[in-house]
């Protein structure tokens, strides 16, 4: 069994929008998308890696706005710190692949190291905070938390930005403005590429 499929069947044991599950389903999809990218037809890569970076952007800017203030206080100081970095790091390489040439070596070389980093990040999240999470929070606290991320989701910014990651203050007050421009770039985008 992929990691993916055991992250989507850990994700179905748990209620519906239960923080946990939401974030163990996006995971998965991140793996497929990843792996989509890596392997799949070369004329849906690009609108693939389009995808993905729009996943990671708003998944990552969700978990620090709504996981990582409870996971502070459930999980600890240091394994949030640990994530926040991951996050920022993460975010700079985002920001450089979109910016390359999907065909090209060195696409690939980052990529690679991107994709090892992200899933040993998820990884972590897995091992160290979501537990905590399940054990210190109840159902609805869970659910509270997996409703507002993905409502937050809903309103996040499609792009990295480096400025404001690791930052959920930032993020809170930059982000509704940046989320506005990505959208705007987003759509142009797929008007030209149509």
């Not at 998308?33 to 993905?52: D, M």
């Not at 620090?64 to 409870?70: A, G, L, Q, S």
């Not at 409703?147 to 990651?165: C, D, G, I, Q």
Request: proline fraction near 5%.
């Amino acid at each position: 069994m992929s990691r993916a499929q055991e992250e989507r069947t850990e994700a179905e044991k748990l209620p519906d929008e239960d923080v946990v599950g939401v974030l163990l389903s996006q995971h998965a999809r991140i793996r497929d998308l990843f792996a989509a990218v890596r392997t799949g037809p070369a004329e849906r890569r690009k609108e693939t890696f389009h995808e993905l970076r729009a996943l990671l952007a708003v998944h990552e800017t969700a978990e620090e706005m709504i996981v990582r203030p409870v996971a502070k206080k459930v999980a600890g100081e240091n394994e949030v710190a640990k994530r926040h970095d991951e996050e920022e790091e993460a975010n700079h390489v985002l920001a450089r692949l979109e910016k390359m040439v999907l065909e090209s070596a060195e696409f690939r070389t980052l990529f690679a190291d991107f994709e090892r980093s992200v899933s040993a990040h998820a990884d972590s999240e897995e091992r160290e905070e979501f537990p905590a999470l399940l054990r210190e929070c109840d159902q609805e606290q869970r659910t509270k938390m997996g409703k507002r991320l993905l409502a937050v989701e809903k309103a996040a910014p499609t792009h990295p930005h480096p400025a404001t990651a690791g930052s959920p203050p930032a993020q809170w007050t930059l982000g509704p403005f940046a989320a506005l421009a990505d959208r705007v770039r987003d759509a142009v985008r797929s008007t030209a590429e149509g």
